[in-house]
């Protein structure tokens, strides 16, 4: 498999917004710029959901230093990860509104840069996790970085229409690693739990391309909301978002989650399942970006609610 390499660089005249992931002011800087290839708003989602999982594991707060590293660790796994997703998409970013002004499209780090710092993320974010908690939890994290580059990046996301599907099965491992620094092992509430974050990956990101439709159409990346309609793409939605309220359901017997969890996870899971109905009536931009706003608020709120639950039980 191949990765184009020939991108013409886009030099921005002055600071922009970008919507979406893509969030915040155009970098102008080297360090902005490498701080940028890490994408740190979706770096904020996923360990959200990291220290909740570590109180319900260590069933209160565990120590403040095995915070810190398994936060730092996974911080560093997940910035790698998304700088070589960076790396290999150069090419299409290019074509793209969304991501035509990445640092490596602009030629603000140059491709070999950019990919000898994520590889450097990559491996001191092993060697704080096995140093700092325990050898599951790095290769936990290595996993997910695997993962996502060969199996979503480099196969998937060009040739599939259920590329986010399968591939966003790295985002969910967060949850595992973790579990894994508290525990030295998995059990069924971590898997669980990586359960909810699986099935709420599609409905969470279709809503954010049915917005920017023109852009993945453009760029030939097959993402659903390009290359079937929008009814086809709201039933699939509606499916995850079914399975995703069961599947937040079942913590409850399962991992004997008390009332404010479980009233959390019915009233939350009925909202996005109202939501994402609704936007079936309606393919505006602007419908999409609330339930994809919302979808952010749902998984933020759940895992809050995880972690009160544990204290008033």
């Given at each position: 498999?191949?990765?184009?390499?020939?991108?013409?660089?886009?030099?921005p005249s002055r600071l922009t917004r970008r919507p979406?992931?893509?969030?915040?002011?155009?970098?102008?800087t080297a360090v902005a710029g490498y701080i940028a290839?890490?994408?740190?708003?979706?770096?904020?989602?996923?360990?959200?959901?990291?220290?909740?999982?570590?109180?319900?594991?260590?069933?209160?707060?565990?120590?403040?230093?095995?915070?810190?590293?398994?936060?730092?660790?996974?911080?560093?796994?997940?910035?790698?990860?998304?700088?070589?997703?960076?790396?290999?998409?150069?090419?299409?970013?290019?074509?793209?509104?969304?991501?035509?002004?990445?640092?490596?499209?602009?030629?603000?780090?140059?491709?070999?840069?950019?990919?000898?710092?994520?590889?450097?993320?990559?491996?001191?974010?092993?060697?704080?996790?096995?140093?700092?908690?325990?050898?599951?939890?790095?290769?936990?994290?290595?996993?997910?970085?695997?993962?996502?580059?060969?199996?979503?990046?480099?196969?998937?996301?060009?040739?599939?229409?259920?590329?986010?599907?399968?591939?966003?099965?790295?985002?969910?491992?967060?949850?595992?690693?973790?579990?894994?620094?508290?525990?030295?092992?998995?059990?069924?509430?971590?898997?669980?739990?990586?359960?909810?974050?699986?099935?709420?990956?599609?409905?969470?990101?279709?809503?954010?391309?049915?917005?920017?439709?023109?852009?993945?159409?453009?760029?030939?990346?097959?993402?659903?909301?390009?290359?079937?309609?929008?009814?086809?793409?709201?039933?699939?939605?509606?499916?995850?978002?079914?399975?995703?309220?069961?599947?937040?359901?079942?913590?409850?017997?399962?991992?004997?989650?008390?009332?404010?969890?479980?009233?959390?996870?019915?009233?939350?899971?009925?909202?996005?399942?109202?939501?994402?109905?609704?936007?079936?009536?309606?393919?505006?931009?602007?419908?999409?970006?609330?339930?994809?706003?919302?979808?952010?608020s749902y998984i933020s709120l759940l895992f809050i609610?995880?972690?009160?639950?544990?204290?008033?039980?």
């Open positions: 498999m191949t990765v184009p390499i020939n991108v013409r660089p886009f030099v979406g992931h893509e969030s915040g002011r155009i970098p102008t290839l890490t994408k740190p708003r979706i770096i904020e989602l996923l360990l959200i959901t990291t220290i909740p999982t570590m109180v319900v594991a260590n069933d209160g707060w565990p120590s403040l230093w095995l915070m810190v590293v398994t936060m730092v660790g996974g911080t560093l796994a997940a910035g790698g990860a998304n700088a070589i997703n960076m790396y290999i998409d150069r090419d299409i970013d290019a074509l793209m509104e969304r991501t035509k002004n990445r640092p490596l499209v602009t030629g603000l780090i140059s491709p070999r840069n950019g990919l000898i710092f994520a590889i450097s993320l990559e491996i001191v974010a092993f060697l704080v996790l096995w140093a700092g908690t325990n050898l599951l939890s790095g290769i936990l994290a290595l996993s997910a970085t695997l993962f996502y580059v060969f199996i979503y990046s480099l196969w998937l996301k060009r040739t599939s229409k259920q590329n986010i599907v399968i591939g966003g099965a790295a985002g969910a491992v967060p949850v595992l690693v973790g579990w894994a620094a508290v525990t030295n092992s998995l059990s069924w509430t971590p898997w669980l739990l990586f359960l909810v974050i699986f099935l709420w990956t599609p409905p969470h990101f279709w809503a954010l391309a049915i917005k920017h439709n023109d852009d993945y159409t453009a760029a030939g990346v097959p993402m659903l909301p390009s290359v079937v309609s929008h009814e086809k793409v709201i039933a699939s939605m509606v499916r995850y978002t079914i399975a995703l309220l069961v599947a937040s359901l079942i913590l409850v017997p399962v991992s004997h989650m008390g009332w404010v969890y479980g009233i959390s996870a019915l009233v939350l899971g009925v909202a996005f399942l109202w939501g994402t109905i609704a936007l079936g009536k309606s393919d505006s931009p602007s419908a999409s970006m609330r339930l994809f706003s919302f979808s952010i609610a995880l972690t009160i639950d544990v204290f008033v039980r």
